[in-house]
């Protein structure tokens, strides 16, 4: 039978264990994670690649052009009429690549899209907030809704709306913005 001081032992080891495997595996889950991709013009790309292989890839599915920096390219289509995305390296490995998404000029679009600004801004002034990303999607009887919610710690959340209507006809499409604050 053991003694106290062997129990008390076997204790402080377990709490030792349970205390380091806390630490430890949040950091072990992700450095097993896959890690992210991005894909443009068919090929898939993920940061911390050998340039070679990146330049390899490009020129087989788009149009690479140096930028100013001589760090960094923007990828165009093969025909280069369209802006995919760019691509910038560090010490021969891609650092960041970023791909394009849709593009308007229409001027109800941009003043969507600052006031989306604003609001977020107005929620998190110091420029930089930790928030929670959610998406839900909602059908109705009429209708079909996407939201993308951005929650943030304080209790406050700005909700994207976008609204499909079963008949375009009867109701158009819409996009709209609310600010919520709640416990």
């Given amino acids: 039978m053991p003694n106290s001081a062997d ?3 076997i204790r402080i080891s377990a709490l030792f264990a349970l205390f ?3 630490l430890c595996l949040p950091e072990m889950l992700v450095a097993q994670a896959p890690p992210e991709r991005l894909i443009i013009g068919g090929e898939s790309f993920t940061v911390g690649m050998a340039q070679e292989e990146v330049m390899k890839k490009l020129e087989k599915c788009c ?4 930028s ?3 760090k960094s390219f923007f990828i165009f289509d093969k025909n280069r009429s369209e802006i995919l995305g760019a691509v910038w390296f560090r010490q021969g490995k ?3 690549v970023r791909g394009e998404g849709p593009y308007s000029q229409d001027p109800a679009a941009i ?3 600052t006031s989306l600004f604003r609001l977020l801004s107005a929620c998190e002034p110091s420029g930089a907030a930790t928030i929670v990303l959610q998406t839900d999607a909602r059908e109705a009887s009429n209708a079909s809704t996407k939201v993308v919610t951005f929650v943030f710690r304080n209790g406050r959340s700005i ?3 976008i609204v499909a209507p079963d008949d375009p006809q009867k109701l ?4 709209s913005l609310s600010e919520v604050v709640e416990k």
């Fill in 111 to 113: 003043s969507f899209a």
């Fill in 7 to 9: 129990t008390r032992s």
């Fill in 68 to 70: 100013a920096d001589p």
């Fill in 94 to 96: 891609l650092e960041r």
């Fill in 172 to 175: 158009r499409n819409q996009v």
């Fill in 63 to 66: 149009s690479p052009s140096r």
């Fill in 20 to 22: 380091f495997s806390t």
């Fill in 159 to 161: 909700e994207l709306e």
